[in-house]
């Protein structure tokens, strides 16, 4: 486990956004290579988009995370929102978002996130969150309180949670399931041989065990994880942990190239290209994963309500021919 104490006063400006990566040795950001390609942002409705997330003071892992696909996914009105704030307890090398000790929960932000979900008119909302190891429960309560304020303010919309992993949070598991998000999606992000330098704070066999765990207590539920691609991760270990996925009968994969976002973070070390990422697919597919998903730009949240349509379409044809 890592966590991180701030000791920098939270007001101030000059708050390192990673303190933990300060001095670690500048690494090379390698050039993107030609099929990597977003579309920027700044129409009307990205700028709309950007406003109803303003007003309602909501974090997004769109903007914390810097996700290629904002451009895309706010032109949109499609915007992943992360509660408990901007500032996570856990020192990730891949992640962007802001390392140190968080401020406390904001018990207005569950009504915030769903006074949001019913103004951008989400048929489908995907709530994920920073990791809280300094509460007790890991943040639980908090993502209860936020599916049922969204399922009180827009009933027909579907929820998408993905959450930490709440390492050492007894019933923690538990009391978000009995919440009944429509998909439980935890990502295992890398392969185990590389959770110490890049995922330190977590435990594999852990979150395999957490994604099991969902499917024994709620049969029905849809699980999903994803990966990124591109840390040193060799081919034979993606393909082991696409078995160890299945047998917690995990549902929908997604595998995605993973973008270095400073020189203080971890190195990317290679770009994988269209046809490892298809050929991942279809091996995926093979195994007996309801959905693949598996691209350079694959982001977990990216278009995450049509594939919940194909999900309940591809569970309905397994169910149809058994």
Excluded at 88 to 115: I, S, Y
Excluded at 278 to 293: H, P
Aim: hydrophobic share 40%.
């Amino acid at each position: 486990m890592v966590t991180v104490l701030d000791t920098i006063g939270r007001e101030t400006s000059e708050r390192p956004r990673h303190p933990e990566k300060a001095h670690r040795a500048d690494s090379e950001v390698v050039r993107k290579p030609a099929w990597i390609r977003v579309k920027a942002g700044g129409s009307p409705v990205y700028e709309e988009t950007r406003k109803i997330v303003r007003e309602n003071a909501l974090v997004t892992v769109c903007e914390e995370a810097g996700c290629p696909n904002i451009g895309e996914c706010w032109s949109k009105k499609h915007a992943t929102m992360m509660i408990m704030g901007d500032t996570c307890t856990r020192a990730c090398a891949f992640c962007n978002v802001r390392t140190g000790l968080p401020a406390p929960l904001d018990r207005h932000e569950p009504e915030n996130v769903a006074t949001a979900v019913a103004k951008l008119g989400l048929e489908h909302v995907v709530i994920t969150s920073v990791d809280r190891d300094d509460l007790d429960d890991g943040g639980a309560q908090h993502f209860v309180e936020t599916i049922q304020a969204i399922r009180a303010a827009s009933p027909a919309t579907t929820i998408e949670i993905l959450t930490p992993d709440f390492l050492r949070k007894e019933g923690a598991l538990e009391a978000v399931v009995a919440a009944r998000p429509d998909v439980f999606n935890h990502n295992l992000e890398t392969v185990p041989s590389n959770y110490l330098t890049v995922r330190p704070g977590a435990r594999y066999f852990h979150s395999i065990r957490l994604l099991q765990r969902v499917k024994e207590i709620d049969p029905t539920m849809f699980t999903k994880s994803g990966i990124m691609v591109g840390l040193g991760e060799e081919r034979n270990e993606v393909l082991q942990l696409m078995d160890d996925l299945r047998v917690a009968d995990v549902d929908f994969l997604t595998i995605g190239q993973y973008l270095q976002p400073s020189r203080k973070h971890h190195p990317v070390k290679r770009f994988v290209t269209p046809e490892e990422f298809d050929s991942y697919a279809t091996i995926a597919k093979a195994k007996g994963f309801l959905l693949v998903s598996s691209s350079p730009l694959t982001r977990s949240s990216h278009h995450a309500g049509e594939d919940f349509a194909k999900l309940k379409a591809a569970r309905q044809a397994l169910s149809a021919s058994a």
